[in-house]
Nanobody, 120 residues
Framework: QVHLVESGGGLVHPGGSLTLSCAAS????????MGWYRQAPGKQREMVAT???????NYGDSVTGRFTISRINAQNMVSLQTNSLKPEDTAVYYC??????????????WGQGTQVTVSS
């Protein structure tokens, strides 16, 4: 079993910044990729940003240029620096990790989510 623990959400004014962090622990043979997804009320969960083991990144169109994802492989951690936040960024942000628990078996794991609210 793999556990993901998120931190760093909160209330911020428009134009402000937050840093979200996520740490993975448990039965980890190798992490393929980690990322952040978000879900606003009444909307489907969407990809915000992902980073693979080689450092390759992918961003959602709405956050490109404002958010930066970073991964610390040795610590099984990922962070998301969010800048120039907008009210439409308000959502619950979920950490995701695609993990090999053995050399052949992998699965997707999710954190419990952290609330980000952008409001004046």
């Amino acid at each position: 079993q793999v556990h993901l623990v998120e931190s760093g959400g909160g209330l911020v004014h428009p134009g402000g910044s937050l840093t979200l962090s996520c740490a993975a622990s448990g039965s980890i043979f190798r992490i393929i990729a980690m990322g952040w997804y978000r879900q606003a009320p009444g909307k489907q969960r969407e990809m915000v940003a992902t980073v693979n083991a080689g450092g390759g990144t992918n961003y959602g169109d709405s956050v490109t240029g404002r958010f930066t994802i970073s991964r610390i492989n040795a610590q099984n951690m990922v962070s998301l620096q969010t800048n120039s936040l907008k009210p439409e960024d308000t959502a619950v942000y979920y950490c995701n990790a695609r993990v090999y628990s053995t050399s052949t078996n992998w699965d997707d794991y999710w954190g419990q989510g952290t609330q980000v609210t952008v409001s004046s």
